[in-house]
């Protein structure tokens, strides 16, 4: 199974700050990853696929890098309605495996 | 546009078998296109994939679930169903449903509201 090893677990920033979230595999997924917004009491949301395309309607200050076993997750400008947890997935291989989020907070 | 709603009960009592339903709306669940599944979140905890199936039968576990885990589609009801056998205070979670849509590359791409599920006597 592919062990996906996600930094920071917490993240604390001022609004328009530069953020950036780390996923690291336990081995290649080639560009399968996605990142996922979570909201307090909501279900998460996708952001990004495959890496680096991003979702219809996700803000353009998120962008996603990466391949292979390293990959990332910035927001170019922190914006307040960022306040949630980022989760990234691999879909490389089953079974499916997620990172153990990133709590953005808000100065 | 398709959506996700999951229904069952709250309280499950430990060693009995926790039964969820998704109903799908807005498109068909009788497709190869997509696959169908479930995933959970433990209170103040990460997201933890459980299984996911296709309508011809091809179904992936978690490895250390798949003992206790059968998943069902009923195409006639455009709903899919989790059961997970013996559970225990651990099996604590809000539940989503999901849909896996990898020919686009989407992955989880749809999820339903998650139901919080709690495992007590």
């Known amino acids: 199974d592919i062990q996906m090893t996600q930094s920071p677990s917490t993240l604390s920033a001022s609004v328009g700050d530069r953020v950036t979230i780390t996923c690291r595999a336990s081995?290649?997924?080639?560009?399968?990853l996605a990142w996922y917004q979570q909201k307090p009491g909501e279900a998460p949301k996708l952001l990004i696929y495959t890496t680096s395309t991003l979702e219809s309607g996700v803000p353009s200050r998120f962008s996603g890098s990466g391949y292979g076993t390293e990959f990332s997750l910035t927001i170019s400008s922190l914006q307040p309605d960022d306040l949630a947890t980022y989760h990234c997935l691999q879909y490389f291989t089953w079974p499916l495996s997620f990172g153990s989020g990133t709590k953005v907070e808000i100065k | 546009q398709l959506q996700l709603q999951e229904s069952g009960p709250g309280l499950v009592k430990p060693w009995e078998t926790l039964s969820l339903t998704c109903s799908v709306s807005g498109g068909s669940i009788d497709t190869n296109n997509y696959s169908w599944g479930w995933v959970r979140q433990p209170p103040g905890k990460g997201l933890e994939w459980i299984v996911n199936?296709?309508?011809?039968?091809?179904?992936y576990y978690k490895p250390s679930l798949k003992s206790r885990v059968t998943i069902s589609l009923d195409t006639s009801k455009n709903q899919f169903s989790l059961k997970l056998a013996s559970v225990t205070a651990a099996d604590t979670a809000v539940y989503f449903c999901?849909?896996?849509?990898?020919?686009?590359?989407?992955?989880?791409?749809?999820w339903g509201q998650g139901t919080m599920v709690t495992v007590s006597s």
């Open positions: 999901t849909k896996y849509y990898l020919r686009s590359g989407r992955a989880l791409d749809i």
């Open positions: 199936a296709y309508h011809d039968g091809t179904t």
């Open positions: 081995q290649s997924l080639s560009n399968w």
